[in-house]
């Protein structure tokens, strides 16, 4: 069976994962949403790559890695608008502060943040920060663009797995995708992180991921009974601290 993508779906999905400011789509493109996920490796490495170019502008006027890391963090959270921190701050509050799968669905859909949502978020940004300062002080600024790319491509293959835990909600109005744009996602990010990071590096990385997108599936079907948009923002963010993580340790 032929794939259905069309090149729109990298601009569906850059109105749906980031804050850039996207020409007006016609109303008809918005309902091939859930087919238009082979293109959140795309949106990764665009918001990666941003994310590097300001990181390569701040080392040529002499800034320090640890500045350097920080506006990287800074960029990817404003371009993105802070959508994936906000999905492990809800799941990780919703998840573990209640007893029911009711529960836990009514606490990630409040706005206000928790003691778990906040210590989440804490180790996310210093996990983060600590592994992108050594990964530039070692040169290899180009990991910040693989690992945007493949931590999102990590999201349709749970939105493939896992049925919505809710009737509303962006991962309901979503819908759920075909095997076909998945799969494409996969091999988009796969690729890029092979030529981005080199074959070790990034089959390291690809392992990383399916083990953490396995752990999650199996996580969130007991707390939940499925997936919701804040498990898949989740998703995004615990795959990028690992993969990160790993490249630090090859790095060293």
């Keep these: 069976m032929k794939a259905d993508i069309s090149p729109r779906d990298i601009l ?5 994962l980031t804050r850039l400011p996207i020409p007006a789509l016609p109303d008809s493109s918005f309902a091939r949403q859930a087919q238009a996920v082979w293109a959140f490796p795309a949106v990764g490495m665009i918001v990666g790559g941003i994310a590097a170019t300001i990181v390569v502008l701040a080392q040529w006027i002499g800034l320090s890695p640890a500045i350097c890391a920080g506006l990287a963090l800074l960029t990817m959270v404003c371009v993105t608008g802070a959508m994936h921190e906000d999905g492990l701050a809800d799941t ?18 409040d706005s206000h943040i928790g003691t778990y949502g906040v210590l989440a978020l804490v180790l996310s940004l210093g996990l983060r920060w600590t592994a992108l300062f050594a990964l530039i002080a070692a040169g290899n600024v180009l990991s910040v663009v693989a690992v945007a790319a493949l931590s999102r491509a990590m999201m349709p293959i749970l939105m493939l797995s896992l049925p919505n835990a809710r009737n509303t909600g962006l991962a309901h109005r979503v819908g759920t995708p075909s095997r076909h744009p998945a799969g494409i996602a996969l091999c988009c990010a796969a690729l890029l992180a ?3 990071l080199g074959l070790g590096p990034a089959t390291l990385c690809l392992l990383i991921s399916a083990g953490a997108v396995w752990a999650l599936h199996y996580l969130a079907r007991a707390k939940v009974g499925g997936r919701t948009g804040d498990v898949l923002g989740a998703t995004q963010q615990i795959t990028e601290i690992l993969c990160l993580l790993a490249l630090t340790a090859i790095s060293a």
């Design 12 to 16: 569906l999905s850059l109105v749906l």
């Design 92 to 109: 990780v509050d919703g998840f573990w502060g209640g007893f029911t799968p009711e529960r836990r669905l009514e606490i990630m859909k």
């Design 194 to 196: 092979w030529a981005a």
